[in-house]
């Protein structure tokens, strides 16, 4: 349900990030951050840190949401959702920190561009360099690029042109990342909700396809900026989130692309998989850890 008086609602998951969580709070709470009446929503994926107690006594004006259990990104995200009263729905990472005015160009855009049903970020790496934050559906094709490390070169390409472009150019694009993500009301109203049958990864791309085929556009607003510490709550436990990638690649694959294209995907992340273990075995018992991960790829594929 929409609030007239609320222009704006932050849907942050965070699951034991506390210090990033902070930074990403007082970027908000900065002049420029968020705009004036913007409520903001946290959704604790049941963090194991003192995260909850932190927020709920140095950021009393959070909506915070506590889950019992973390049942993933795609579904805590939900949550915030449900609870938001906003005109314009943001998903922001807890290891993002918005830049001054980002936020109010991105609602700017949406309200003069009727067609656009979501517009990402210019998400950017810590030390200021561009983050990749957008691009083309994914495709058997890509997706087998992308798993035997040949997209970078297609990447440092569009990645050119969003130098290219000066502040305030839209850039469609077939997706945007979920670090930094609004959409109009009617939009969610429409859509639904993510798929919580993503984990996590992927369900922003999903989400961005069911927009398109809805007739709305997606794309990036440069010079919306928002840096993004990527991996932020999942890169200690990157060996157990590297299956969870892959299963929801194919499970977006089945979905949009077809199940050939999933099963033939599996096919090749499985050999690909099998190959790495082989060479962290190579390398010793400092790879254990590689070796573990990429078993589990295999095993959970």
């Known amino acids: 349900m929409t609030d007239t008086a609320c222009p704006l609602s932050v849907i942050i998951v965070s699951w034991n990030t506390r210090d990033l969580l902070a930074s990403c709070l007082d970027s908000l709470a900065a002049p420029g951050g968020a705009p004036d009446g913007t409520e903001v929503v946290v959704i604790d994926n049941a963090s194991t840190d003192d995260s909850v107690a932190y927020v709920r006594t140095r950021y009393p004006w959070v909506i915070l949401v506590e889950r019992p259990a973390n049942g993933g990104f795609a579904a805590a995200t939900n949550d915030g959702l449900a609870r938001a009263h906003g005109a314009h729905l943001l998903l922001l990472n807890s290891d993002a920190r918005v830049q001054p005015g980002a936020l109010a160009a991105m609602m700017e855009y949406l309200e003069c561009h009727p067609r656009a049903g979501a517009v990402g970020a210019d998400v950017r790496n810590p030390d200021g360099s561009p983050q990749p934050c957008a691009g ?32 305030g150019t839209h850039l469609v694009r077939d997706w945007v990342l979920g670090a930094a993500l609004m959409v109009r009301r009617a939009v969610y109203e429409t859509v639904g909700p993510l798929d919580a049958g993503y984990f996590m990864y992927s369900e922003e791309v999903d ?11 997606v794309g990036m607003l440069v010079g919306a900026r928002v840096c993004h510490d990527g991996g932020g709550s999942t890169r200690r436990t990157s060996d157990q989130m590297r299956p969870a990638l892959f299963r929801s690649k194919i499970r977006y694959l089945s979905l949009h692309r077809g199940e050939r294209s999933a099963r033939i995907f599996r096919i090749i992340v499985r050999a690909v998989a099998g190959l790495h273990v082989i060479q962290a075995r190579c390398k010793g018992l400092h790879a254990q850890g590689e070796v573990t991960s990429w078993r589990t790829v295999r095993r959970s594929l």
């Open 207 to 217: 989400w961005c396809t069911r927009i398109r085929a809805c007739g709305w556009q």
């Open 136 to 167: 083309l559906a994914p495709s058997l094709f890509s997706e087998t690029c992308s798993v035997l490390g040949l997209d970078k070169k297609v990447r440092v390409l569009t990645e050119r042109r969003r130098f290219a472009s000066p502040a």
